[in-house]
């Protein structure tokens, strides 16, 4: 599988488009401030890695919507699709769709229709979209439906996919993490002694997929696609099974008929808790054994927080950039590594350049739904 990726298009909290959010990972610049969204009295944790997109002390329904939109406008227009998306197939991974607007909706009246629940609707009337599909599969939910689009193309059945993710932070699934960190996190700190807990992120990516045979009118081609490896065990609701993730990693270098030596770069999913920080690199240095001092690591959570369904998706628009202009953002926060990360080469504190020809990408998500890209420059 060498599937074309021919347009890109993300917003974040550290920037509104692809090349900004760029930029800032790349000055290691994060965004977490004061939570603007919720009452801060009635939690632990009172800093989140928001989208700044709010009136002054009001939120609002509909904002998931409206980051995916913008996001598949980017993809859209950096492929030279234009707005007219009505034969393309749109697939939406999600942890959580419109949730934040249920509770709004729930708490205070706010007006939201059924409707809203599904992105199609927002996606038909801005795009003229005909088949949209949200598949909601916890953290590694854009990577899922990355395959999906790989699969569609495969069989025919499209020679142009667009593939999203998106996610904006809902209080309920701030409230939980904040139970079960009580002392919370003042800093998102991935494979450090001191790490702490996650801290959630608002985020969308999309990515344009174009068939390997097809020819296309413009674009760019940032990379190509050589497989997805995924996994779903169910073993446990949010532990991560280690055994799980590295058969994830495994059955994507067989789909992608490469090796762990082959790889130049690991995007880390690199959530800062402790136990999937330690099951991430365990997994990693089983399945990469000697190679595994080879790639660079890196992962971009602790500057954009954790976007849930849209995180895998962000980090894969991310490898493209860096295939594209051999800059490597930083692992931020990052002061002591763990034991288990000995001997790797951390990309820590600043941007490095590193020629970057093949990459793996991580996304797990709660309930062991793993899920592995690799992808490879143009």
Same mark, same amino acid.
């Given at each position: 599988m060498r599937v074309p990726i021919i347009g890109v298009g993300a917003v974040a909290s550290v920037g509104r488009d692809a090349d900004e959010i760029f930029a800032g990972l790349c000055a290691g610049r994060g965004a977490l401030g004061p939570m603007r969204g919720f009452d801060s009295g009635l939690y632990n944790g009172k800093q989140l890695f928001e989208i700044d997109d709010r009136p002054e002390g009001c939120d609002r329904t509909l904002r998931a919507t409206g980051f995916l939109l913008d996001a598949v406008a980017q993809a859209a227009a950096d492929a030279g699709l234009g707005e007219d998306l009505s034969g393309i197939p749109v697939l939406v991974g999600t942890g959580l769709r419109e949730l934040r607007s249920a509770e709004l909706w729930? +708490?205070?009246? %706010?007006?939201?229709?059924?409707?809203?629940?599904?992105? #199609?609707?927002?996606?038909?009337?801005?795009?003229? &979209?005909?088949? $949209?599909?949200?598949? @909601?599969?916890?953290?590694? %939910? @854009?990577?899922?439906?990355?395959?999906?689009?790989?699969?569609?193309?495969?069989?025919?059945? %499209?020679?142009?996919?667009?593939?999203?993710?998106?996610? @904006?932070?809902?209080?309920?699934?701030? #409230?939980?993490?904040?139970?079960?960190?009580?002392?919370?996190?003042?800093?998102? +700190?991935?494979?450090?002694?001191?790490? +702490?807990?996650?801290?959630?992120g608002d985020g969308a990516a999309a990515v344009v997929l174009r068939g390997e045979h097809v020819k296309w009118p413009g674009g760019r081609l940032w990379g190509r696609l050589r497989g997805v490896g995924m996994t779903c065990d169910a073993k446990h609701p949010t532990a991560p099974d280690p055994a799980q993730v590295a058969e994830a990693m495994r059955q994507a270098h067989r789909l992608a008929g490469t090796r762990p030596e082959d790889i130049d770069m690991v995007?880390?999913?690199?959530?800062?808790?402790?136990?999937?920080?330690?099951?991430?690199? &365990?997994?990693?240095?089983?399945?990469?054994?000697?190679?595994?001092?080879?790639?660079?690591?890196?992962?971009?959570?602790?500057?954009?927080?954790? $976007? @849930?369904?849209?995180?895998?998706?962000?980090?894969?628009? &991310?490898?493209?950039?860096?295939?594209?202009?051999?800059?490597?953002?930083?692992?931020?926060?990052?002061?002591?590594?763990?034991?288990?990360a000995a001997g790797l080469r951390l990309v820590r504190a600043r941007e490095e350049k590193h020629e970057v020809a093949l990459a793996q990408v991580h996304g797990f998500g709660f309930g062991g739904v793993n899920a592995v890209a690799i992808v490879e420059g143009s």
């Open positions: 729930w +708490r205070d009246g %706010a007006p939201f229709g059924v409707d809203r629940l599904h992105f #199609g609707t927002a996606l038909r009337e801005r795009f003229g &979209t005909a088949d $949209t599909l949200t598949v @909601s599969n916890a953290c590694s %939910a @854009s990577l899922y439906t990355l395959a999906l689009g790989a699969d569609l193309l495969a069989l025919g059945e %499209a020679d142009t996919v667009i593939v999203a993710g998106v996610d @904006s932070i809902t209080e309920s699934m701030h #409230g939980l993490a904040d139970r079960v960190q009580p002392n919370p996190p003042t800093a998102l +700190r991935t494979l450090d002694v001191n790490r +702490r807990g996650t801290i959630l995007m880390l999913h690199g959530t800062g808790t402790p136990l999937n920080d330690l099951v991430e690199i &365990t997994a990693y240095g089983e399945v990469f054994q000697e190679a595994a001092g080879r790639p660079v690591l890196t992962g971009i959570k602790p500057m954009t927080g954790h $976007t @849930s369904g849209s995180a895998g998706l962000m980090s894969l628009v &991310t490898t493209l950039q860096t295939m594209a202009t051999g800059k490597v953002p930083p692992l931020v926060n990052l002061d002591e590594p763990i034991e288990e």
